[in-house]
């Protein structure tokens, strides 16, 4: 009897429930709505996740000097010296210039003269000394019996003008000293006339060309004569006399 009581008690006390608007049933524990939980993030495929971007890959520095060396040696002739040098990508002058100013004159001439850079007429015209500066060079060969078309060969240490005829960097200078060395080679000069400065920097590797004209040396295995570059003689005409004394010491070595 007891347990029908209890089942008809329970009965009504969820029919009053009912009635009363109850339509869920809770715990006994009370539940805070308003507690933060940290809900489990979502995975996110792996062909929808953001790719990682690669660090950049800094291409290799070629040494411009090993290249230089090794274009230069590759040349059996004149003819592939001026190829290889038209083809050495390494030196920015090359990007700047109109020309290639590789030599002029007389292959295998007994005097080789090897300038400094073109200025604006050799990168115009692709010759070395021409302009007010070769005009002066022709006078004083011609001095002592000597000419671009009969007996000279002519080059320069770069064969690309520089921005502004602005002074050579070292660095052009050391990439173009295998070329150079390797056209005297093929040249074959028996004696050679440095003009300027960066002339003697590049066989000598020596500056200072007041203190170095009128001395033989010694460069690319050859006797060589400093002198002042006909540009300089063009500023400073005084100083003709003694490029005049160093002509007559070339003539005299001549024979």
Same mark, same amino acid.
């Given at each position: 009897?007891?347990? /029908?009581?209890?089942?008809? !008690?329970?009965? %009504? *006390?969820?029919?009053?429930?009912?009635?009363? @608007?109850?339509? &869920? #049933? =809770?715990?006994?524990?009370?539940?805070?709505?308003?507690?933060?939980?940290?809900?489990?993030?979502?995975?996110?495929?792996?062909?929808?996740?953001?790719?990682?971007?690669?660090?950049?890959?800094? /291409?290799?520095?070629?040494? !411009?000097?090993? %290249? *230089?060396?090794?274009?230069?040696?590759?040349? @059996?002739?004149? &003819? #592939? =010296?001026?190829?290889?040098?038209?083809?050495?990508?390494?030196?920015?002058?090359?990007?700047?210039?109109?020309?290639?100013?590789?030599?002029?004159?007389?292959?295998?001439?007994?005097?080789?003269?090897?300038?400094?850079?073109?200025?604006?007429?050799?990168?115009?015209?692709?010759?070395?000394?021409? @302009?007010?500066?070769?005009? =002066?060079?022709?006078?004083?060969?011609?001095?002592?019996?000597?000419?671009?078309?009969?007996?000279?060969?002519?080059?320069?240490?770069?064969?690309?003008?520089?921005?502004?005829?602005?002074?050579?960097?070292?660095?052009?200078?050391?990439?173009?000293?295998?070329?150079?060395?390797?056209?005297?080679?093929?040249?074959?000069?028996? =004696?050679?006339?440095?003009?300027?400065?960066?002339?003697?920097?590049?066989?000598?590797?020596?500056?200072?060309?007041?203190?170095?004209?009128?001395?033989?040396?010694?460069?690319?295995?050859?006797?060589?004569?400093?002198?002042?570059?006909?540009?300089?003689?063009?500023?400073?005409?005084?100083?003709?006399?003694?490029?005049?004394?160093?002509?007559?010491?070339?003539?005299?070595?001549?024979?």
């Amino acid at each position: 009897m007891e347990s /029908a009581a209890s089942y008809y !008690a329970q009965r %009504a *006390a969820l029919d009053w429930q009912i009635e009363m @608007g109850v339509d &869920e #049933a =809770l715990s006994e524990t009370p539940i805070d709505r308003f507690e933060l939980v940290d809900m489990p993030k979502a995975k996110v495929p792996a062909a929808a996740a953001k790719p990682v971007p690669a660090e950049p890959v800094e /291409a290799p520095r070629v040494d !411009a000097v090993a %290249a *230089a060396k090794a274009a230069a040696a590759g040349a @059996g002739s004149l &003819e #592939a =010296l001026e190829a290889a040098l038209a083809g050495f990508e390494h030196c920015e002058l090359k990007r700047g210039a109109r020309n290639l100013v590789f030599a002029d004159g007389v292959p295998k001439a007994r005097v080789m003269i090897i300038g400094e850079a073109p200025g604006r007429d050799e990168d115009r015209e692709g010759k070395p000394f021409v @302009g007010r500066s070769g005009q =002066l060079l022709d006078k004083m060969l011609a001095a002592i019996g000597l000419s671009r078309e009969e007996s000279v060969y002519i080059t320069n240490v770069l064969p690309w003008r520089p921005p502004q005829n602005r002074e050579p960097k070292p660095e052009e200078i050391a990439m173009m000293r295998p070329f150079v060395a390797r056209h005297v080679e093929l040249a074959e000069p028996e =004696l050679i006339i440095l003009m300027g400065n960066m002339s003697c920097e590049a066989a000598l590797s020596k500056r200072g060309i007041t203190r170095l004209r009128g001395n033989w040396a010694e460069a690319y295995g050859r006797p060589a004569m400093p002198m002042f570059h006909p540009a300089y003689l063009l500023r400073q005409p005084q100083m003709k006399r003694e490029a005049w004394a160093d002509l007559l010491d070339i003539k005299a070595r001549l024979g």
